[in-house]
């Protein structure tokens, strides 16, 4: 069982930045992947940024240039460092964590992301 926390969502202003954590806690051994997916209102939520344990990362395309994700394992902790905030980022944005040899990750709550224009 693993068990994630999210922080740093809030309100910015178009062209700010943003920085997301997540702190994983419980069965961290278990874990390779962890990510960030965003679910927008009436939409299904999709994938933002995923990294690896050895630290391969993977973007969304409309997120490249503008979002970085990291990590610390020290920590079993992820971030997602947002730049460039547009008023479409605007969402619920959702840490996740994959074990090994899994397919479904376990989800986060999620912190709540809004950009004004």
């Known amino acids: 069982q693993v068990q994630l926390v999210e922080s740093g969502g809030g309100l910015m202003q178009a062209g700010g930045s943003l920085r997301l954590s997540c702190t994983a806690s419980?069965?961290?051994?278990?874990?390779?992947?962890m990510g960030w997916y965003r679910q927008a209102p009436g939409k299904q939520r999709e994938l933002v940024a995923t990294i690896t344990k050895s630290g391969s990362t993977n973007y969304a395309d409309s997120v490249k240039g503008r979002f970085t994700i990291s990590r610390d394992n020290a920590k079993d902790t992820v971030y997602l460092q947002m730049n460039s905030l547009r008023p479409e980022d605007t969402a619920n944005y959702y840490c996740?964590?994959?074990?090994?040899?899994?397919?479904?990750?376990?989800w986060g709550k999620g912190t709540l992301v809004t950009v004004s224009s």
């Open positions: 996740s964590a994959t074990p090994w040899g899994m397919r479904t990750p376990y």
């Open positions: 419980g069965s961290v051994f278990s874990i390779n992947a």
